[in-house]
C-alpha cells in the first residue's frame, strides 16, 4: 500500500498512523517524568538494538520480558504509540524517532532528571538501511531510485526530516548530565564495553555475567529469531513482509556495497559542511 505524507512544521510524517493533533500534544502537553528514560535515534540508526539493550538491562539480562512482549509495547514511540506511552506504568522506558525541536517541551522546560539515550550511526549506513527499508515499511517513502533518494535523504524530505538536523539538533545536549551519546558502530566494536557504559550512565550495576547476557539475548542472530523483537508481527498494513526485514544486515559499512564513489563524495562534501562546527569526532569518520 503506497503511503501517504503530510509536513508538520517542516518535518515529513506518514498520514499511516501520524496526526498533526498527536504530534502537537507529544510536544506541549506530554509530561515527561524524572524516571523516564528515552531511546532517541533518527531512523535506521540502531533504534530496535538499543530498544532491546535497554529492555534487557532493566531485566539484568534475563531474556524473559524481552520475549513475551512486543518492543513497541516495552518502549512505545510516543510519537505513534502515545496511548501506550500514556498509560505506561513508571519507570517508563520510552522512545522517539522525533527531532528535538518536536520533543515534548516539558522536557526542555523543567529540571528533569529524565535520561536520555541518543543513538546515531554513520550517515551513509543509515541511507541505505532506509533506501531498503523504505520498500518494506509502508511509513516511508516509496524510493523512486538511489540517486533520488540521496538527493531528498540529503535535503531532508523524508520521514522525520533531515538527519544533520536532527543530530546536531540533539547533541546539542552533549554536555548535559542526563544526556548519553553512543554510536552504533561502538556498540559493534565493543558490545560488553558499551553495555557497560549504558548501565553505568542509568546507574544500574550489571555483573559480568549479567552483561553477557544482555549482549548474547541482544545480538543480531537473537534478535532475528525472536518474533517480539524483529517486526515480524507488525501488521500488513504498515509492512510488506514479502519485500524483506528490519534486522537485515546489521553491519557497519554497507554503504560501500551500495554507494558509488561520485554518490559517496556527494555525501562526504555537505557531511562537511553541516559537522565542521560541531567539534565532535565519530568512528566513521
Ligand atoms: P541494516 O539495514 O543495515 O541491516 P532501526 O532499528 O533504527 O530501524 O535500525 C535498523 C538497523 O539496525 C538495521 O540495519 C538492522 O539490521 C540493525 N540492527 C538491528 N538490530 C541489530 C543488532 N542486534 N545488531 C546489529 N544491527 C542491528
Redesign the pocket.
Known amino acids: 500500500m503506497a503511503g501517504q505524507f503530510f509536513t508538520h512544521k517542516g518535518v515529513m510524517f506518514s498520514t499511516l498512523d501520524y496526526l498533526p493533533d498527536t504530534l502537537s500534544y507529544v510536544e506541549n502537553e506530554f509530561q515527561v517524568r524524572d524516571d523516564d528514560v528515552f531511546n532517541i ?1 533518527y ?7 538499543m ?2 539493550i535497554l529492555s534487557l538491562i532493566r531485566c539484568e539480562g534475563d531474556p524473559g520480558w524481552v520475549r513475551s512482549v512486543l518492543n513497541w509495547d516495552r518502549a512505545p514511540w510516543v510519537e505513534y504509540h502515545l496511548e501506550t506511552a500514556l498509560k505506561y506504568p513508571p519507570p517508563r522506558l520510552l522512545s522517539s524517532h522525533l527531532p528535538i525541536q518536536l520533543f515534548p517541551k516539558s522536557f526542555q522546560h523543567s529540571k528533569a532528571k529524565v535520561r536520555i539515550i541518543y543513538t546515531l ?1 554513520c550517515l551513509k ?1 543509515v541511507l ?2 532506509l533506501y ?2 523504505s520498500q518494506i515499511l509502508h511509513f516511508f517513502k516509496t524510493p523512486e531510485s538511489l540517486d533520488s533518494f540521496i538527493e531528498d535523504f540529503l535535503s531532508g524530505n523524508v520521514v522525520y526530516g533531515s538527519w544533520f538536523n536532527h543530530v546536531t539538533g540533539w547533541l546539542g545536549l552533549k554536555d548535559n548530565e542526563n544526556f548519553f551519546c553512543i554510536s ?1 558502530e561502538e ?2 566494536q565493543d558490545p560488553h564495553g558499551s553495555v557497560r557504559r549504558i548501565c553505568h550512565f542509568l546507574g544500574k550495576e550489571l555483573s559480568e555475567k549479567q552483561v553477557d547476557a544482555v549482549v548474547e539475548n ?3 542472530q ?2 532475528k529469531g525472536n518474533k517480539m523483537s524483529n517486526f515480524s508481527q507488525m501488521s500488513d498494513k504498515y509492512m510488506d513482509h514479502e519485500k524483506g526485514e ?6 557497519c559499512g ?1 554503504w560501500r556495497n551500495n554507494l558509488s564513489e561520485v554518490q559517496s563524495q556527494r555525501f562526504d562534501t555537505v557531511y562537511r559542511e553541516w559537522m565542521q562546527g560541531l567539534g565532535m569526532t565519530f568512528p566513521w569518520d
Do not use: I
Open positions: 535515534t531512523p535506521k540508526s540502531g533504534s530496535t538494538w530498544l532491546e550511526r549506513d541505505v538501511s531498503h527499508f552504533y556498540l559493534q541482544a545480538s543480531f537473537s534478535m528490519l534486522l537485515r544486515k546489521g553491519t554497507d
